[in-house]
Structures are given as structure tokens and as C-alpha cells.
């Protein structure tokens, strides 16, 4: 049995999670794994009419009898993550199994304090965070003074981390930012209020992922974010702070490449971003207003409207390319019904210059104009749909257009939000 990887190919937000769902539904899936990121993901599920969100849980949560695994990648806020368990356990909602890497990094409080108080002062400059704290975490783990969750149990030893990762930030907090500085006991006092409730679920889950894929079992990891926010592939430095794109998902979770049988990208049938950055195809007009109120784009996890543009095959292309995609999931097609001609981005022009692939430096990409070619729409309502057959013609030119402009081949295509609005277009 395989080891599925799906993941965002564009700046997130593209529904990974009705792919994954969709995957957790159709087949036996033992295990749903998170490998990067933290709670400003954001995943939306329609289960038999009832919406859920999810935001640091896998999306396997939903799925009785599903192993759930937040990997060593993650950044992990305990208080985020009781508060997302409360929450479906309050619905009354089955829930699968959930374990946690003891090496996964936590966040203290001390690094959405830092988050918000960094965006403040970078003033025009900002990044877009969610401000909590997901970046500030990645910068302690890279710079060593981070606290895994293991560290949680040891309260010795969380005081003697704790007290060395604000050995600076209270320097920071009180002479940069003019804030009050943070004493090592609250923080350590916060963190452990959460290691009783913790400890059940701390496993060594590289063991457990590796040995589950020598039984033959099925492994599904789930991506965070997206490839264009990758913090070394994407639109930098308007990016996260972790990897997620194919390759972190081996570091994030312990296994290794070979193990990996499927990858799976999932992309609108147009784009859009959440934040600061680069959109080659973002629209200002009446058309992007539009698409922004049919397709309901306000971030889930984060609340913000989202950015909306037509599709990006260069996007496409080059996601295809960095993942190594085995196939695309398009999601949201039944957004674009009502449009007489559909423009899609084909190439750039920058300065004059035609580029067919993503521009070299990020100076390039900001001066980056979409290069457009125009497809017939339809009028159809097509979230009915259930056979690619069903499509009205010109959709399902539109379907086959991306799918050769884009690099692979398209698996499904989202119709609307419910697991069965799904038309398999390559089984």
C-alpha cells in the first residue's frame, strides 16, 4: 500500500483538506500525517452538510479508526491544539486516533508576543504573519534554543531552555519594543499545564510512520501552507517558515524519499493568496470581486480575505516541477461558472521579455505581467456533476487545457465543498 503525499501548489488555500478527506474516504487510510507549520494552517471540511475547520489537527481527525500524527516538522501550540480538540469534541464528533512527536517544537507564549510586536515595527515592510508565533519557533529551532515537547515532561530542563531562549528577547522586549519582559516561571508554569493532558499522546512517530509502512499500511501526509510559501522555493520573503513542499515532508515526518509512492498537488481553477507578496495575476476589477464572493475566499484559519486572481500554469508548472507531482486535484471549478471567456496566465513578461518558466530573482517576479490566453466559459451550474461526462463542453476544455498547460495530469476536480462534489477525471 502506498505512502501518499498531497500538498498546496499555489500560496495555500486550495482545499487540501477535501483532497486529503476525500482520499481518507475512498480507500483505508491508517495514518494522516502533518509534517510542517503550525496552527495558521487552516483545512475546511464538509461532512454530510456540516462544515468543520481544521487547523493544527490532521485532517484524518474526522475519520474513526485513522491514526492521526502531528510530526517532528510541526510547531505546536498545546493551547491551540486542546482548544481545536474541545471544540470537535463539543460537536459531538467521532475523532480518530492522535499521537505527537516528542521532537515536534513547541510555541511559547513569549513567540506570538514577538510575532505581533515584529510586524508592528516592520511597519510597510511586514510579511503578512498570522502573528502566532509560528515563525519566531522556526527561528529558536534553527538557532537551537527551541523547546520540544518531550522537553515539557523534564520541568528542570524546560526552566534551563525557557530561561535561555529569553536570555535575548527580554533585551528585545524591553529596549527595542518598549514592552515589559517575561519571566522564565510563567512561561514555565503555562507550558506544563498542558503535560499531563499531553503525555498520552507523545510517541516516537518516525518509528511509528516507518514500521506502519513496512506492514503495508497506508500512510497519507498532509501538507500546511503551500509550495510558493516555501521558505526556500517560494515567493521569499513573503513566505512561511517551514518546508512544505514534497521534500520537507521526509524531514517533517522521519521517513525517507523512497518510501514516498504518490504526490499529490492540489491547485484552484484560478488562484489566490493570503498576505503580503507577489500575484502576477491578481485582479483589482469586478472580476475579482466576484471571484473572491462565489468563492467564499476568507482564510479559515486566519479570518482575512484572500487575494484572488485568474490560474497560473508557470504557478502550476513550477510546482509541478519542485514536488515532483505525480497528479494535480483542482478544486473550485464550480466558482468560475457564469464567465463568457475565462482568461488563463500562460507566461510572464517582464521588461519586454517572455517567461514561460518562474523568473529567476524575485525582482523579476515582482514586475511580472501576466501573459493571458482566453477560454470559453459556461453558464451551467455544474455542481451536480458526478462524471467528467456530465460537464458542460466548454468546462471540460478548460479541465484538459490546464491539465496539459499545468505539467501533470489532473486525478480529480472539485465541483463545491462536499465530499461527494468530486468528479475523477484519471482513476
Request: net charge negative.
Amino acid at each position: 500500500m502506498p505512502a501518499i503525499v498531497v500538498l498546496g501548489a499555489q500560496w495555500g488555500d486550495e482545499g487540501k483538506g477535501k483532497a486529503t478527506d476525500l482520499l481518507t474516504t475512498q480507500q483505508s487510510i491508517d495514518f494522516c500525517v502533518r509534517t510542517s507549520g503550525g496552527h495558521n494552517a487552516g483545512h475546511t471540511i464538509v461532512v454530510d452538510g456540516e462544515k468543520f475547520a481544521t487547523h493544527l489537527l490532521p485532517s484524518g481527525i474526522l475519520t474513526p479508526g485513522c491514526t492521526n500524527v502531528i510530526g517532528n516538522g510541526v510547531v505546536v501550540s498545546p493551547e491551540a491544539l486542546f482548544r481545536e480538540l474541545d471544540a470537535l469534541t463539543a460537536r459531538d464528533v467521532s475523532l480518530g486516533e492522535l499521537v505527537i512527536s516528542g521532537n515536534a517544537h513547541v510555541i511559547a507564549s513569549y513567540h506570538s508576543t514577538i510575532d505581533k510586536v515584529t510586524e508592528r515595527f516592520l511597519g510597510k515592510n511586514k510579511i503578512g504573519t498570522t502573528g502566532r508565533g509560528i515563525g519566531p519557533a522556526y527561528a529558536d529551532k534553527i538557532n537551537r534554543v527551541g523547546i520540544r515537547v518531550a522537553d515539557l515532561f523534564d520541568e528542570k530542563i524546560l526552566g534551563e531552555k525557557v530561561e535561555a531562549a529569553l536570555e535575548v528577547k527580554n533585551h528585545l522586549l524591553t529596549k527595542v519594543y518598549n514592552r515589559r519582559a517575561i519571566t522564565v516561571e510563567e512561561v514555565v508554569e503555562d507550558l506544563r499545564s498542558y503535560a499531563d493532558r499531553l503525555a498520552p499522546m507523545v510517541r516516537d512517530t518516525s518509528l511509528l510512520l516507518n514500521q506502519a509502512l513496512d506492514r503495508d499500511e497506508t500512510v497519507l501526509f498532509e501538507g500546511a501552507q503551500a509550495t510558493m510559501l516555501d521558505v526556500d522555493h517560494g515567493t521569499y520573503p513573503f513566505v512561511t517558515s517551514s518546508s512544505p513542499v514534497a521534500g520537507g515532508v521526509c524531514t517533517g515526518a522521519g521517513v525517507g524519499p523512497t518510501r514516498i509512492d504518490r504526490v499529490i498537488g492540489v491547485i484552484k481553477a484560478y488562484t489566490t493568496r493570503v498576505g503580503s507578496g507577489p500575484f502576477p495575476t491578481e485582479l483589482f476589477d469586478a472580476d475579482g470581486e466576484k471571484l473572491w464572493k462565489v468563492g467564499g475566499e476568507v482564510g479559515v484559519s486566519t479570518g482575512r480575505d484572500r487575494r484572488c486572481g485568474w490560474y497560473d500554469a508557470v504557478v502550476a508548472r513550477y510546482a509541478t516541477r519542485v514536488n515532483g507531482l505525480t497528479e494535480l486535484f483542482m478544486t473550485k471549478l464550480d466558482v468560475l461558472s457564469s464567465w463568457e471567456r475565462v482568461p488563463v496566465c500562460v507566461a510572464y513578461d517582464v521588461d519586454g521579455v517572455r517567461h514561460d518558466e518562474m523568473p529567476l530573482t524575485q525582482t523579476e517576479f515582482h514586475a511580472a505581467t501576466p501573459v493571458y490566453e482566453y477560454l470559453d466559459g459556461w453558464w451551467e451550474d455544474i455542481s451536480g456533476c458526478r462524471r467528467f461526462e456530465d460537464l458542460p463542453k466548454n468546462a471540460q476544455r478548460y479541465v484538459k487545457a490546464l491539465e496539459e498547460m499545468s505539467g501533470a495530469p489532473f486525478w480529480a476536480v472539485g465541483v463545491g465543498p462536499g465530499r461527494d462534489q468530486t468528479i475523477v477525471v484519471n482513476d
